[in-house]
């Protein structure tokens, strides 16, 4: 009989042992961190604003679960274990999106760099070959500094893409194009009028 | 969930009950082992009637409130225009997420929810006051981008008027008036867009440079109004007015700072006109092909009607004059033009101006209308005084 009450004890000992001292799953804690961390490396607070916040939510009730099971007799990290890895996910998640959103950002930028010089090319090239003489003289000279303008506010574009400012250097860009467009279109009508005056 | 004792039915538990009953037994009366019995399930009930109305539910509620509470912060721009204020509530809500999940782990009976529903209670009062301030900031930055990107629009057409009169050949001042209107094109972009505090980035980058730009015309100004040649500037208007007084006929100034002519008769100040001069703008004419407008004292020679010349009227001046040709020598032993130049010639007061630019080669230009008025005026031998600056003209304004 006492070897019977004896074992019995040993077993729930043993019972409360294995399950109260069930661990943290600190790997896929861990991983989670980490990888919000690498979210925040890529930008993802200003590029994926929306990603990252849902990202640090996850890892908060994750973290909130971690913390509820560590106050319990009988511990049952499942659910811990489950949260952290959607937090781990919604994180990359955020990252994947944040190097997407950039590069979409940056592509745009770029197009707009090269549209802005493309049309400052054609505006110089329309004044180069637009008809002088003494009425025309003072506009050229005034185009002719309107581009040499541009030409420098699209160096402030290629500047601002230098420092990852791609929407900045994009807004510049499309200004400096619509501006040397309009250069080109001013100029050709000139020319279209000078032509015209000539019938 | 709590489970209730067994009811006792061990040998231990019935020696007890045996004896007693003995003792307690009463006619009608329960047995001592149903009265046990009886007092075990009373304080079993009590028991559990205690537990779980000790016990309490989380406040789901109150959390979904607070929660609730950060989004709509979230959706009203607290980010953008009240991030601090929305980290807090964040954090508190978190905070607040935390207590409720460690109390709902605890026993039944031992379960505390006070600090969760006052931390949710807080997350929910910062969020809404992150919504308020997000909501008056923008508001504030808006008006204030409107504000800014009107007052650059306004101050970029002044400048680009005041340089066309300072200096319309500065390259400098050119690059910073094109990228203001590259600020203005990016900040009017930024409204529509609703991003305010970008759109007042780029105005104020904008007006900066505007100031950049006042800065050098208030210099070139400056000179001007203390320009060497202001006594010679000086004279010829008033030998141009005291001519006008003496005959009593028609002189005109030209001002070249201000491109204005101002008519005189009889000595008096009869009408003002803005007017184009050369391309050179304020340099003083010395020679063929440098586009500038001549100064000096100066007389009508020819009168030329419609038909007559390519710029609808004009009135031929006598440039150069034997100051001229004086300044042109001078010029030419010292190397400073180059070998083969002339004075040039050909100077005008004609018509086809009204362009507020300056572009011709070194004429004076109004247009065709006023040029009809001052042809009634006009005769061979008209005084006109070409100067840079007229010290006398107190009505320009400047």
């Known amino acids: ?199 | 969930m709590i489970r209730l004792p067994r009811l006792p039915r061990s040998g231990l538990v019935a020696k007890s009950s045996r004896g007693s009953e003995r003792s307690s037994q009463t006619p009608g009366g329960s047995t001592p082992r149903r009265r046990d019995r009886r007092g075990f399930l009373f304080a079993a009930v009590a028991f559990l009637f205690l537990a779980l109305s000790g016990c309490e539910s989380p406040p789901l509620a109150i959390l979904k409130g607070a929660r609730d509470a950060v989004e709509k912060a979230r959706r009203g721009e607290a980010a953008r225009y009240a991030p601090e204020e929305l980290n807090q509530a964040v954090d508190v809500l978190r905070r607040a997420r935390r207590s409720e999940a460690l109390e709902s782990a605890r026993l039944a009976f031992r379960r505390d929810y006070r600090e969760t529903v006052s931390l949710a209670g807080e997350a929910k009062l910062l969020a809404v006051r992150s919504e308020r301030l997000a909501g008056e900031r923008r508001v504030r930055v808006e008006r204030d981008a409107r504000s800014e990107v009107a007052a650059l629009r306004e101050l970029l057409n002044r400048s680009r008027e005041i340089k066309r009169f300072l200096s319309p050949r500065d390259p400098f001042v050119a690059r910073l008036q094109v990228g203001a209107g590259v600020d203005l094109e990016v900040a009017r972009q930024r409204l529509k867009e609703k991003d305010f505090p970008g759109a007042l980035e780029a105005a104020r980058s904008g007006s900066k440079r505007i100031h950049q730009v006042d800065q050098i015309l208030l210099s070139s100004m400056v000179r001007y109004t203390a320009h060497p040649d202001l006594p010679f500037w000086r004279r010829s208007v008033e030998e141009a007015i005291r001519r006008s007084r003496t005959d009593g006929d028609v002189a005109f100034v030209v001002d070249k700072l201000r491109r204005r002519m101002t008519v005189y008769r009889s000595g008096k100040k009869e009408k003002a006109y803005s007017v184009d001069i050369g391309l050179g703008g304020m340099d003083r004419k010395l020679r063929s092909g440098d586009d500038a407008t001549p100064e000096g004292l100066y007389r009508i020679q020819e009168i030329r009607g419609p038909g007559q010349s390519r710029y609808y009227r004009a009135f031929l001046l006598d440039y150069p004059n034997e100051q001229d040709r004086r300044r042109f020598e001078t010029a030419r032993s010292n190397g400073w033009i180059p070998k083969g130049a002339h004075p040039g010639g050909l100077i005008e007061i004609h018509g086809e101006g009204g362009r507020d630019q300056d572009w011709t080669r070194g004429c004076v230009a109004l247009t065709n209308a006023e040029m009809d008025e001052i042809s009634r005026w006009v005769k061979i031998g008209t005084v006109v005084a070409i100067v840079g600056y007229n010290p006398r003209d107190k009505e320009a304004g400047w």
């Open chain 1, 1 to 199: 009989m006492k070897r019977s009450w004896f074992g019995l004890a040993v077993l729930v000992m043993a019972l409360v042992t294995v399950v109260a001292c069930g661990k943290p799953p600190q790997e896929d804690i861990d991983a989670a961190k980490a990888a919000l961390e690498a979210a925040k490396t890529a930008q993802a607070e200003k590029w994926a604003d929306t990603d990252y916040q849902t990202a640090e939510s996850s890892l908060s009730a994750a973290q909130a679960e971690v913390d509820a099971q560590a106050q319990k007799w009988f511990k049952n990290y499942d659910k811990a274990k489950e949260l952290m890895t959607t937090a781990k996910a919604d994180a990359e998640k955020a990252a994947a999106a944040a190097v997407a959103n950039k590069e979409t950002a940056r592509n745009e930028a770029t197009t707009a760099i090269a549209d802005a010089t493309t049309a400052i090319e054609a505006a110089t090239t329309a004044l180069a070959g637009a008809p002088k003489g003494k009425d025309t003289k003072a506009d050229l000279e005034l185009f002719k500094q309107d581009l040499d303008g541009l030409a420098a506010t699209l160096t402030e574009a290629q500047s601002a893409m230098g420092s990852e400012d791609y929407n900045a250097a994009k807004d510049k860009a499309s200004s400096v194009k619509e501006k040397a467009t309009s250069i080109s279109d001013q100029i050709a009508q000139a020319a279209a009028k000078r032509a015209g005056g000539k019938k």
